[in-house]
């Protein structure tokens, strides 16, 4: 595959994803497919050791502060499917990269996430998040 971004794959536990929907954190464009943080209750574009990293974004919105809203996966189990010009190994632990629309993942310095399967440098990499990446590890204000 050739397309950027993050797409559902599966949950680790099972069952559908939990979609919610956040306010805009930023006057901006997410796009769909973006890895995307929750800061305060409030959606932005997610970088890399972030440590509030949520899930991906399901539409592309060019939204206003604390007035738009988008829809995006919140599953801490969540599986992704991402494009990804490298052959990974199960258990390699990468970081998000990239900006809206075109994310991808990167050499491991923060540990956003990690391969879930061995994939070829022809196929998508399945990843989860590492423990402590997902927003639900950090106290919300």
Excluded: C, W
């Excluded at 305060?40 to 539409?59: K, P, V, Y």
């Amino acid at each position: 595959m050739s397309a950027y971004g993050f797409k559902f794959a599966y949950r680790l536990g099972g069952g559908q994803p939990t979609i919610q929907e956040a306010v805009f954190q930023d006057t901006e464009t997410l796009t769909k497919g973006d890895m995307l943080s929750i800061i305060a209750g409030s959606a932005d574009l997610g970088a890399s050791d972030a440590a509030t990293l949520a899930g991906a974004a399901l539409e592309t919105v060019a939204g206003t502060t604390a007035v738009s809203t988008i829809r995006l996966i919140t599953d801490r189990d969540a599986v992704y499917s991402v494009y990804d010009a490298n052959a990974r190994k199960n258990g390699t632990v990468l970081d998000i990269d990239g900006t809206t629309g075109a994310m991808t993942l990167a050499a491991d310095v923060h540990h956003d996430v990690i391969v879930v399967a061995d994939s070829s440098a022809t196929e998508d990499t399945l990843v989860t998040f590492v423990e402590g990446s997902h927003y639900t590890s950090v106290q919300k204000t």
